[in-house]
């Protein structure tokens, strides 16, 4: 399977998507589809005026059809996260799309309380395995129990969209690494760059089920990377070490 990473910096709504369309254009993709994995939140991070902005009406919006053109064009799955609006309530929503519109959405079911994110967001509580894909948000990273339901469930990659601060960066590594490990599943951690609220860490990685890296990116800068994954890993690994087979908690 082919992976496409982008560890951006998250600016205003039209800075960020004429980034993503730019950035796309100077790769040169061929026709092999290709998952493009972007951070969480990549239109608007967490500034309240672009989160309602974008929120409303988020999948009849400009920049909904932009993301649908692009996967159209250069033959793109695209996961990252991004604001919608549902009733009264705003969520923090991955997307995952194609040329055909939505595949799958899930919306953050682990708020982080520490940034009132909470006060921003109402939680989802769904977990959400959708072409083979575990669907997730940052904060919900320390929370091994949904990545053990999403294993249960088919999941043969985990998507972790990020806002990660530098401070906790070893955190970020060692958990992406910890759920790898634990569900023999290929993870996909992306994180975005730049400063906020917080001075964001970057340090995306890939890790095979093995806890190897497949692919890392050691710095905080912006930094977009394609790599092809073998899938044929976790079922080598899960033949001869299966640990679901001595799971008894459920």
Not at 116 to 122: A, M, P, V
């Amino acid at each position: 399977m082919r992976i496409m990473v982008y560890q951006m910096n998250v600016k205003d709504p039209a800075s960020n998507i004429d980034n993503i369309t730019n950035k796309l254009r100077s790769i040169g993709l061929n026709e092999e589809q290709t998952l493009l994995v972007l951070p969480e939140l990549f239109l608007t991070g967490y500034d309240e005026h672009s989160i309602h902005k974008v929120g409303n009406n988020f999948f009849s919006s400009v920049y909904f059809k932009t993301l649908l053109s692009l996967a159209d064009k250069y033959n793109l799955m695209i996961y990252g996260s991004v604001p919608e609006k549902d009733g009264d309530n705003y969520y923090n929503t991955g997307i995952l799309i194609d040329k055909n519109g939505l595949i799958n959405k899930y919306r953050k079911s682990h708020l982080f309380r520490p940034m009132e994110e909470d006060k921003l967001f109402k939680a989802g509580r769904e977990v959400i395995v959708s072409k083979n894909l575990g669907l997730s948000i940052c904060y919900d990273l320390r929370f091994p129990e949904l990545y053990q339901k999403q294993s249960e469930l088919g999941a043969r990659i985990l998507l972790v969209v990020a806002e990660w601060p530098s401070v906790r960066i070893d955190h970020w590594l060692s958990l992406l690494k910890a759920r790898a490990i634990e569900t023999q599943s290929f993870i996909v951690g992306v994180n975005r760059v730049g400063t906020d609220l917080y001075k964001f860490g970057g340090h995306s990685v890939i890790y095979d089920p093995y806890g190897e890296k497949e692919l890392f990116f050691d710095h905080d800068y912006e930094e977009i990377a394609l790599i092809d994954i073998n899938l044929d890993k976790i079922d080598l690994f899960r033949g001869s070490f299966n640990t679901k087979d001595d799971k008894w908690l459920h």
